[in-house]
């Protein structure tokens, strides 16, 4: 991990720092029970009236469905992401019903709460040991159809979960991107007030 480029100014909570999306993973299988642990921080997540609208298909790579899910994202990803352990495709359900309630209506707040689940799975899968990567370089119309996704659900992103390898695995042009990443500072996307460009 680069200091540099996670140097932090306020107390935050270490196990943020140590998630990032690396690309080169060392193709090793990973235990159910893993894939299980991260699944299950994820349905922690909060989410509007408690609907859980998120759903997620995977494939590890000792499956019969691994070439399939690989298939549907665009070539570069895929060059990288079939050194994974799993890989993830993360949906919502645009529909929600009040609780108590049969009547569907379009949900607002999909899309945020599939991002809570995720959030909780890349940190869950942090803890671990491994590392996760999302991406939405998906070919969307060729993944709904391949992985039989209804009308009613959006896919959200797909997610590469792995152990990392060494870097030098990747081609030289990815190699020097293949580092933790900074953030901007807090001042550049906090406003106390209205909208301030």
Do not use: C
């Not at 235990?31 to 921080?41: H, K």
């Not at 020097?176 to 906090?190: C, L, M, W």
Request: no cysteine; net charge negative; charged share 20%.
């Amino acid at each position: 991990m680069t200091a540099s480029a996670r140097a932090v100014t306020r107390a935050v909570e270490p196990l943020f720092l140590d998630r990032w999306s690396p690309r080169a993973f060392d193709s090793s299988a990973m235990p159910q029970e893993d894939l299980d642990t991260i699944f299950d921080a994820a349905r922690w997540a909060p989410s509007a009236f408690n609907y859980q609208p998120w759903r997620f298909l995977y494939a590890t790579r000792d499956s019969a469905d691994w070439q399939r899910f690989l298939g549907v994202l665009l070539p570069f990803n895929q060059s990288w992401v079939q050194n994974a352990s799993a890989l993830v495709f993360i949906l919502s359900d645009t529909q929600i019903a009040a609780p108590g309630s049969e009547d569907m209506k379009p949900s607002h707040s999909h899309s945020f709460d599939a991002g809570a689940a995720w959030a909780l799975m890349a940190l869950q899968a942090t803890r671990l040991g491994y590392h996760s990567h999302a991406m939405t370089g998906i070919e969307f119309d060729k993944a709904r159809a391949e992985l039989q996704v209804p009308d009613r659900f959006r896919i959200e992103a797909a997610v590469a979960i792995g152990t990392i390898a060494d870097k030098s695995i990747l081609p030289e042009a990815l190699q020097a991107r293949e580092a933790p990443s900074g953030r901007k500072d807090i001042a550049d996307f906090v406003t106390a007030g209205n909208f301030a460009a």
